[in-house]
């Protein structure tokens, strides 16, 4: 059954670190895989989880930046992976089913934000392809190696999805490209995705979940001239970070948290935020944050879900209900 968005009371906060989170909870012989994991929250949080005792497999398209900054963290791996192409989705996932690794934890955290219009693939747009195809495809592919009774997936969204919901009359732009509104497109297209991979995998005990990190200032905002991040607020004139914005540890504290989690044990489908599920927005103060409703729509999920297979030629959930009966 999906949870509903209220609060659990869980004790943590938006203070709290993934770190924090994690105490007194063992990870030693899971394994992880996070997208992203090599800079930004990516990082921290895959530095969190092998400090718990996970191995965690490292997706990347920068297979060399990737190795550097994992140098350190003896139970990460780093593998050579595009999410923004297909094939070298589908390269990596064979390969990794042919190890009959079985996979505990999946953090999709990977992306771009607000960057110049890109098309990748057939003509998708970035974003969409990038921050949500991809992901998709990837883990349609590993969906065998899910652990049965026990895996988690967290799909990494944002409050950027306030913006904008699914687009599906030009969901790639086609009429007029705004950086921030596909971005926002995407984070909803995040949100949507956990909510109707829960629906599928909850019969064979494959729970996901969606989380807003928080702000956060990390490479994510590269595409985003300084000046333009004074005039939203984020820093000042300094470069200093806003009130209210999060360090990367505090900041990859939620994603960690949902994948973890003993409160959330038999619960799923819910979007997250400051380690805790996230109670339905009330204004459309993106800092205050909440969930709006078009991202947690079991309909919309539905057809996202649908529109999503039939451009990646991937379902690998469609036979679940089959198995848990």
Not at 78 to 91: G, I, M, N, P, Y
Not at 180 to 201: M, R
Not at 278 to 291: H, S
């Amino acid at each position: 059954m999906t949870t509903q968005q209220y609060r659990t009371g869980s004790g943590f906060g938006p203070g709290s670190t993934a770190e924090e989170v994690l105490a007194g909870i063992d990870l030693s012989g899971r394994t992880a895989l996070v997208t992203g994991g090599y800079s930004g929250l990516g990082l921290e949080t895959v530095r969190a989880l092998a400090g718990a005792g996970a191995r965690v497999v490292v997706p990347a398209r920068r297979l060399a930046t990737a190795e550097a900054a994992l140098r350190d963290t003896p139970l990460a791996e780093a593998h050579q992976v595009d999410l923004a192409d297909l094939e070298s989705v589908r390269a990596f996932t064979d390969a990794f089913m042919d190890t009959g690794r079985t996979l505990d934890l999946v953090i999709a955290g990977a992306g771009i934000m607000a960057c110049p219009e890109t098309s990748v693939g057939p003509g998708w747009e970035a974003h969409f392809a990038i921050n949500h195809l991809g992901h998709f495809a990837l883990v349609n592919r590993l969906r065998p190696a899910l652990a049965p009774g026990g895996a988690r997936v967290v799909a990494v969204s944002s409050s950027g999805h306030f913006l904008s919901g699914i687009r599906w009359e030009d969901i790639h732009f086609r009429t007029g490209y705004d950086g921030w509104l596909a971005y926002a497109q995407s984070k909803t297209a995040n949100a949507l995705f956990a909510t109707h991979l829960d629906a599928l995998g909850a019969p064979v005990g494959v729970r996901a979940f969606a989380v807003h990190p928080g702000s956060i200032l990390t490479p994510l905002q590269r595409h985003v001239p300084r000046a333009e991040q004074i005039a939203l607020g984020w820093v000042d004139a300094d470069g200093r970070p806003a009130a209210g914005f999060k360090t990367p540890a505090q900041g990859a504290a939620t994603a960690v948290w949902a994948a973890t989690s003993p409160l959330l044990d038999g619960r799923g489908g819910a979007y997250c935020q400051d380690c805790d599920i996230a109670e339905p927005a009330t204004t459309d103060d993106m800092l205050v944050g909440g969930v709006k409703p078009w991202a947690v729509d079991p309909v919309q999920a539905a057809r996202l879900w649908g529109l999503s297979a039939e451009l990646t030629g991937v379902d690998l959930f469609s036979d679940l209900s089959v198995q848990a009966g």
